[in-house]
């Protein structure tokens, strides 16, 4: 079973988000169990009473009284909960420094469309997926000709892809191999790596430069960050740093 959290004090947008994952559900080969709250006062005295665990969050920035980072941060805190996968919707996206703290998964901006929403609602649910089945591992797992290839994750520059076949670069060498880079995205560890295009997926440990629109790595190739994956890109890449500093 997945557990889902909405926070949203517009009671038309709970429902249509309900809706919305609900329809994914037959998809998936397991339970969607969906918890309403209308405001982020509801929200945080039910974690403060019940402790309760949810894999993943749709939270709403703008709300009365406690705002969703508000919220987030109750959510953080709470010991069950740190790492639960956080997704805010807003109409507004000048939060990137307040959602710092509070490793967001993704952003998926007001109005919602569809096709954004079942894609980034899929990688969260993939990714929770991946995480019960498998421990993390320092290695990633590729197969080359029927045989088994581990590739130090630490190594790997970046995935790209091409009809059905990845090239995936390391410090040392490419191996290419046949294979689809939603499946590849979902096998790696999401603070690490992060898609920039349909066709491209890198490791931010050997990023160079950065801009809002293209990212240069440290092999010197450039790639453009498709106008999808902007805001996404700019918050992971955010946390990515963040994290680093303290470590």
């Known amino acids: 079973m997945i557990h889902f959290a909405i926070c949203d004090d517009d009671s038309t947008m ?31 005295d039910h974690l403060d009473q019940t402790g309760e665990r949810f894999d993943i969050v749709l939270m709403d920035i703008e709300m009365r009284a406690i705002t969703g980072v508000e919220a987030g941060l109750a959510l953080r805190e709470n010991i069950a909960n740190e790492h639960s996968l956080l997704i805010f919707i807003s109409s507004h996206k000048s939060y990137y420094e307040e959602l710092l703290d509070l490793h967001v998964f993704c952003f998926i901006p007001k109005p919602i469309f569809m096709e954004e929403f079942n894609l980034k609602i899929g990688r969260a649910i993939q990714h929770v997926l991946n995480q019960r089945e498998r421990p993390p591992s320092p290695d990633f797992e590729i197969k080359i000709n029927q045989r088994n290839l581990l590739v130090p994750l630490h190594s790997i520059l970046y995935l790209e892809s091409e009809v059905r076949q990845i090239r995936l670069h390391t410090t040392d060498e490419t191996h290419t191999y046949y294979g689809r880079l939603d499946e590849e995205e979902a096998k790696l560890p999401s603070h690490m790596f992060c898609r920039i295009h349909k066709s491209h ?35 992971a890449y955010m946390q990515y740093r963040w994290r680093e500093k303290q470590s």
Do not use: W
């Open 14 to 44: 709970t429902g249509s988000l309900e809706r919305m994952l609900l329809a994914l559900e037959p998809q998936y080969e397991t339970k969607f169990e969906v918890s309403v709250f209308f405001s982020g006062e509801e929200f945080c």
């Open 201 to 235: 997926l890198v490791n931010f440990g050997h990023v160079k430069t950065i801009t809002t629109k293209d990212v240069v790595m440290a092999d010197d190739r450039r790639f453009s960050i498709s106008e999808a994956y902007r805001d996404h890109v700019k918050i």
